[in-house]
T-cell receptor
């Protein structure tokens, strides 16, 4: 079993829809990360959080430490949000990555 | 953007040849990482460094070696490349253990 599991693996939605991507982990962590990777592109850090909730523009990330679960929400989704979203957790000096969720927003 | 570059950006090489990938940073960050990204696997840690001459193995270190003789450079060497090492390689840096990572642009390596 992977230490970091994301769902769904793939998601297609219409422009304007509210998007939720989920992440569950099975190990003790010091922080959780959400990253974004556009097709053929580099990897960008969106959030690092260890408790509660963070918001940046239309993106919201939440974490429940007791449940070992995090969600990434995108409000008013737009085609430019189409990318792979990666959940990762910090454990000691290392970061363990999920396999990513491929999001496609249709205009 | 964090000052992190990778070279080369693309490389095609033959099985059995040695290959060295370079990660260079201008941020003076203590930690540097090498990952490979393959379809269906996500990012997997190859090796990392927590200081000059201080390195440790990741989950997929077999067939790879690293060196860090100065803060700004972290080299990944494939002593004898195999087709299974065809992948996209990402370098990442961070200042300390409780910080987020910043990724380089990636190197696409094809071993024929």
């Amino acid at each position: 079993k992977n230490e970091v599991e994301q769902s769904p693996q793939n998601l297609t939605a219409q422009e304007g829809e509210f998007i939720t991507i989920n992440c569950s982990y099975s190990v003790g962590i010091s922080a959780l990360h959400w990253l974004q990777q556009h097709p053929g592109g580099g990897i960008v850090s969106l959030f690092m959080l260890s408790s509660g909730k963070k918001k940046h523009g239309r993106l919201i990330a939440t974490i429940n430490i007791q449940e070992k679960h995090s969600s990434l929400h995108i409000t008013a989704s737009h085609p430019r949000d189409s990318a792979v979203y990666i959940c990762a957790v910090s454990r000691d000096d290392k970061i363990i990555f999920g396999k990513g969720t491929r999001l496609h927003i249709l205009p | 953007d964090a000052g992190i570059t990778q070279s080369p950006r693309h490389k095609v090489t033959e099985t059995g040849t040695p290959v060295t990938l370079r990660c260079h940073q201008t941020e003076n960050h203590r930690y540097m990482y090498w990952y490979r990204q393959d379809p269906g696997h996500g990012l997997r840690l190859i090796h990392y460094s927590y200081g000059v001459k201080d390195t440790d193995k990741g989950e997929v270190s077999d067939g790879y070696s690293v060196s860090r003789s100065k803060t700004e450079d972290f080299l990944l060497t494939l002593e004898s490349a195999t087709s299974s090492q065809t992948s996209v390689y990402f370098c990442a840096i961070k200042p300390g253990p409780k910080y987020e990572q910043y990724f380089g642009p990636g190197t696409r390596l094809t071993v024929t």
